[in-house]
């Protein structure tokens, strides 16, 4: 009995540690970004549910002005009704709690990702791309918690893993392709419980709801026709360089398909956690619709195949390049990308210290971990991105070289174009 009493207590001396970082960052984040503009996405999916509530659609008419200015629910309906006891709440506390919720969600990821390191969540909360998804009241934060439950039950517990799957694809659509994951690891249990999850969360919204499925499938795409243009996908990007917007949304997931066919002939080098890597990372690439907060996932696949504080560090740098926080004043993004600087430094201390006990050596640091292949992407892509190019090709080129390097990482060392990339970069894989 004392043996496990100080077991127990050991637990949570070790969730306090872990959690403490996260709740001062958190802190410091709500104090510069927190309350500059409405939680857009949370106030839809509080609509949402109070119009379940009352039995009214929760969906806008697609010629409507909520509609055309993306505040309208586009979600299966089992989302509002998952929102409907928020919706009782008064809408200030509705807000807090659910940004309370979201941080907590990002921890809780983390750890159940497999990343026990105080300050792994801390460089994650630290990203802009992070920061604006807490802004906006978006579900990222709880795809990354769900995505870490099934991780954690994949091999105890396959119906949970199979269940949550599901349920994650079901929420977002585009995230409709990680049901390949268990099939392709031969967890069939978990493949048939993601399947008829999914199946009957969509069917039956589809089914039993106000529009239809011919509806349904009409709303979505007005909204695609609406909105890939102005996104960061691999649809857009296409859109930029003239190819229509319905041609678009096509062929991007034919292309990233091909891709996947081409590493299915190397699956049997892939680990179990590179698989699911890639497909997260193959799911937003395929999206038709991708904006800045959807990154988080890309980071969730970071953390999921084992990228150092490090490298977690230089995305969440990399992220102020790419995004900043809505409507906030130069001096709070200039602060909050410092913070994100100084996380970098201190890890680029910490890790060449570790390296070659206690001295500094700068060129070891920068070739671990593929540190420098993603630098180099993600800032090659910002220049083209934000100089070179057109408007049009300004915002996808960016991101889609951010997820591409988030991708070669993941990759490495299980193919020989990961291989000579990061020989390439200055590190041989081994």
């Not at 659910?98 to 994650?124: H, Q, T, W, Y």
């Not at 105890?156 to 995230?175: C, D, M, Q, S, T």
């Not at 099939?183 to 978990?190: A, C, L, N, Q």
């Not at 034919?254 to 892939?270: I, K, N, P, Q, Y």
Request: hydrophobic share 55%.
């Amino acid at each position: 009995m004392a043996v496990t009493s100080l077991n127990r207590l050991g637990r949570l001396r070790s969730g306090v540690r872990y959690c403490v970082p996260s709740v001062a960052l958190t802190g410091l984040v709500a104090a510069l970004f927190a309350n500059l503009l409405p939680p857009f996405d949370l106030l839809v999916f509080i609509r949402a549910g109070r119009a379940v509530l009352d039995g009214a659609s929760p969906y806008a008419p697609v010629g409507s002005s909520t509609f055309l200015t993306g505040h309208a629910f586009v979600y299966p309906l089992f989302v509002a009704w998952i929102f409907a006891p928020v919706a009782l709440l008064p809408l200030h506390v509705a807000e807090v709690l659910c940004e309370v919720a979201s941080a907590a969600a990002v921890v809780g990821g983390c750890r159940l990702l497999g990343r026990r390191e105080p300050l792994v969540p801390v460089l994650v909360l630290a990203s802009a791309t992070t920061i604006v998804g807490l802004q906006m009241g978006t579900i990222n934060a709880f795809l990354m918690l769900g995505l870490g439950l099934a991780w954690r039950c994949r091999d105890r517990h396959p119906i949970i893993a199979g269940v949550l799957i599901g349920l994650i694809g079901a929420g977002k659509l585009f995230l409709l392709p990680l049901i390949v994951w268990p099939i392709v690891t031969k967890r069939y249990r978990s493949a048939v419980a993601a399947s008829l999850t999914a199946g009957f969360l969509i069917g039956a919204g589809m089914i039993e709801g106000p529009v239809g499925p011919r509806g349904y499938v009409a709303m979505l795409g007005v909204l695609e026709r609406n909105e890939v243009a102005h996104s960061w996908s691999l649809a857009s990007l296409l859109s930029g360089l003239g190819v229509a917007v319905p041609l678009a949304t096509r062929i991007a997931p034919l292309l990233v398909a091909a891709g996947l066919a081409v590493l299915w002939s190397r699956r049997h080098r892939f680990a179990d956690k590179q698989v699911l890597g890639l497909l997260i990372l193959a799911s937003l690439l395929a999206s038709p619709i991708l904006w800045s907060s959807y990154l988080l996932l890309a980071e969730a696949a970071l953390l999921l195949v084992g990228a150092g504080e490090l490298t977690l560090a230089f995305a969440g740098l990399a992220s102020w390049v790419l995004v900043t926080p809505d409507v906030a004043s130069p001096v709070r993004i200039a602060l909050g990308a410092a913070l994100s600087g100084t996380l970098f430094v201190a890890m680029l201390i910490a890790s060449g210290k570790e390296r070659r006990n206690a001295r500094w050596d700068v060129r070891r640091v920068l070739r671990s971990e593929a540190t420098a292949t993603v630098a180099l992407m993600a800032a090659g892509g910002a220049v083209l991105g934000y100089v070179l190019l057109p408007p049009g090709l300004r915002s996808p080129l960016p991101a889609l070289a951010a997820i591409a390097a988030v991708g070669l990482w993941t990759l490495r060392p299980s193919t020989r174009f990961a291989g000579r990339a990061l020989r390439w970069a200055g590190r041989r894989p081994g």
